[in-house]
């Protein structure tokens, strides 16, 4: 794995923070992630949605193709994890009541994190200190709001499509 993040800038007009970001955390070039996705999630599946809700993105199921396809995993780790009942799946109730162990689990660690920046559905790549945006800049973590952290660790061996 790289030591240092290299700091990519999607293009204006491009949606790709989800492979922007896997790309920084890998150090691997974006239009190869996209030639092995087999797509680059700029099709408006949706066209009665403003940009960049129109498009069809990527999932996080296939980032974890790539990522395990070199030989890594991703952990996901919930910023604010809740269960309910299965009688009553509307009630929600908070296993952790703050957000000390997310940190704590995500502290030093490199990662996706997904959530918002200033309102807006986000992913950025994430050294275990600074986030690492796709749109060109750095910041720290108060400048995000996190739903979710899914966290780069080594696997035993790689494998194989």
Sequence with gaps: M????RLLRMPSGV???LVYSLAMLLDEDVDVLIQELGHDGMVKDWPEHPIPH???GHHIQEIID???ARGYSLTPIESYPRYASAMDPSNWKPVYSNGARFLRQISGRRGILIGQYRGRGHAVAWDGDIIWDPNGKTYGIG???PSECWLLDITSQK???
Excluded: E, G
């Design 2 to 5: 790289v030591s240092t993040i």
């Design 54 to 56: 129109c498009y069809n």
């Design 66 to 68: 790539l990522v395990l």
């Design 15 to 17: 949606h790709q923070c």
């Design 159 to 161: 494998r194989s499509h």
């Design 143 to 145: 400048d995000f709001a």
